[in-house]
């Protein structure tokens, strides 16, 4: 008796029957979900901090004109200091904003797929392949003759299997990875991104805030507070100058981290798990697939 394809067909039915338990009790899908969400969440985080500061530039530059008179400069100085953060944010944004897009697209295939519809769909043609393998052995049981088992079945089976779940494992090895490497690198630097947000938000509206003072006591008050702040100010746009710095090298890391989960891991993750199956494949359908006597 012929024991390779026997196995092969044994080898079958295992993985069919893995996939069916799988794709019912929805174990894998939810455990992907879990990664999905939280990414997406911190993502939509970013971006509001990224738009936000690219909003309190805008007001810096906007407003530089209508105070220089008044001798100061200090909205000059803080659109100068915030300059440089202009243009990479607004890079940054759009990165962020095409990472929540591929994430969202995500969830929604996950949806999909854990659709009870289509896993019933998805589900029916493994089954029948699977059937069709079995036939053939037992074919070749009762006429003892070589008899060969349907490749295209097997084939056919794999690739439903393939496309039902390879997004799934994609993203449940994508979000470990991120979790054990660049989770906290990502936090850091998201924090950084909201309080360099809120320290240049607090400066341009502390030199934009109109007057509501109307009589001469309350003006003169109001001058000589503005006076003793000036003295101060050279203490806040230094700090200004270290947290626009500082925040420099964090959009960087946070770059780098959203290249990492949404193109690099997943493509370098996917590229191992298609030539695992790939492999696999290769075991099951070789080009000698043929039930005979040893």
Avoid at 184 to 212: F, I, M
Avoid at 230 to 246: A, D, F, P
Avoid at 255 to 263: K, R
Wanted: charged share 15%; proline share 3%; net charge neutral.
């Amino acid at each position: 008796m012929h024991r390779p394809g026997l196995v092969r067909a044994s080898l079958l039915t295992l993985l069919v029957a893995v996939f069916l338990w799988l794709s019912w009790t929805g174990k894998l899908d939810y455990l992907s979900e879990n990664q999905l969400q939280p990414a997406f969440k911190t993502t939509l985080l970013t971006f509001a901090a990224a738009r936000g500061l690219n909003s309190v530039i805008s007001v810096a530059q906007g407003t530089e004109l209508a105070l220089q008179p008044a001798g100061i400069g200090v909205s000059l100085s803080v659109g100068e200091i915030l300059d440089p953060l202009n243009d990479l944010v607004e890079r940054f944004s759009w990165l962020v904003l095409m990472a929540a897009a591929s994430l969202g697209i995500q969830i929604t295939l996950m949806e999909i797929f854990s659709n009870p519809v289509v896993s019933i769909a998805f589900a029916i043609i493994p089954t029948f392949c699977l059937f069709i393998v079995w036939l053939d052995w037992s074919r070749f049981l009762v006429f003892s003759h070589h008899i060969r088992i349907s490749p295209h079945a097997i084939r056919i089976a794999s690739a439903v299997m393939l496309i039902r779940f390879t997004l799934a494992v994609v993203t449940l090895l994508a979000g470990l990875f991120s979790q054990l490497f660049l989770a906290d690198k990502q936090a850091d630097a998201l924090q950084v991104l909201q309080q360099t947000s809120s320290v240049a938000e607090k400066q341009v509206l502390q030199q934009t805030a109109p007057s509501e003072s109307n009589s001469l006591a309350d003006i003169f008050t109001s001058f000589i507070d503005k006076q003793k702040e000036s003295m101060n100010m050279e203490s806040h746009i230094t700090e200004l100058k270290e947290r626009v710095e500082s925040a420099i090298g964090h959009i960087i890391n946070l770059i780098v981290i959203f290249l990492l989960q949404t193109l690099f891991i997943p493509l370098a993750i996917l590229y191992l798990f298609l030539n695992i199956i790939r492999a696999t494949w290769k075991a099951l359908t070789p080009e000698s697939l043929t039930l005979g006597k040893t």
